[in-house]
Antibody, heavy 125, light 107 residues
Framework: QVELVESGGGVVQPGRSLRLSCAASGFSFDKFGMHWVRQAPGKGLEWVAVIRYDGTEKYYADSVKGRFAISRDNFKNTLFLEMDTLRGEDTAIYYC??????????????????WGQGTVVTVSS | DIQMTQSPSSLSASVGDRVTITCRASQGIRNDLGWYQQKPGKAPKRLIYGASNLEGGVPSRFSGSGSGTEFTLTINCLQSEDFATYYCLHHNSYPWSFGQGTKVEIK
């Protein structure tokens, strides 16, 4: 079965960097785009970034553009989020999620279908 | 960028009630929208895609409608397990964006 497991969260000072990972299993990782979504404490969901199945295209929310970088290693079935110049407002649970349709894999919708359980990032001095 | 405005932010309802949640897009997005349910401490769950298509295994009391800029999620005959927060998400173009969420609470 599809499983996504995030790691790498923790407490970090403002201005510092952190790298999140998302280990994928149970599906052909190299056929699916992957996303990061975050949720600040007590707040709603915020879409953060997406990377195409082959890593050739990436898109970001305006709030993180220029500071965050999404990447993937299809040999290791792992998704990454490199977060630089962190701010207090980046404090959140970070979820990785799978694009709903893969290359050559039928699906009902591109909408995110499988999600991890999240990793907590706290930006504080 | 396309912005999603969701309303209400919260509502109180009783078991058996009919509940309606609305999302409005800042520009036309065809039917490139879905709805998610999130319970405390859990990841979101996809309920509806393509504005009106029910995800497999989701009870038929959930329904979605709309196209262009106005979308609605309706829950008929609310059940105890439906008390949660609901979000719309558009996927018309990047960046995608969620609505602000609607918390459905027990009256």
């Amino acid at each position: 079965q599809v499983e996504l497991v995030e790691s790498g969260g923790g407490v970090v000072q403002p201005g510092r960097s952190l790298r999140l990972s998302c280990a994928a299993s149970g599906f052909s990782f190299d056929k699916f785009g992957m996303h990061w979504v975050r949720q600040a404490p007590g707040k709603g969901l915020e879409w953060v970034a997406v990377i195409r199945y082959d890593g050739t295209e990436k898109y970001y929310a305006d709030s993180v553009k220029g500071r965050f970088a999404i990447s993937r290693d299809n040999f290791k079935n792992t998704l990454f989020l490199e977060m630089d110049t962190l701010r207090g407002e980046d404090t959140a649970i970070y979820y990785c999620a799978r694009h709903g349709i893969g290359i050559g894999v039928p699906g009902a919708s591109v909408l995110l279908d499988f999600w991890g359980q999240g990793t907590v990032v706290t930006v504080s001095s | 960028d396309i912005q999603m405005t969701q309303s209400p932010s919260s509502l109180s309802a009783s078991v058996g009630d009919r509940v309606t949640i609305t999302c409005r897009a800042s520009q036309g997005i065809r039917n490139d929208l879905g709805w998610y349910q999130q319970k405390p401490g859990k990841a979101p769950k996809r309920l509806i895609y393509g504005a009106s298509n029910l995800e497999g295994g989701v009870p038929s009391r959930f329904s979605g409608s709309g196209s262009g800029t106005e979308f609605t999620l309706t829950i008929n005959c609310l059940q105890s397990e439906d008390f949660a927060t609901y979000y719309c998400l558009h996927h018309n173009s990047y960046p995608w964006s969620f609505g602000q969420g609607t918390k459905v609470e027990i009256k």
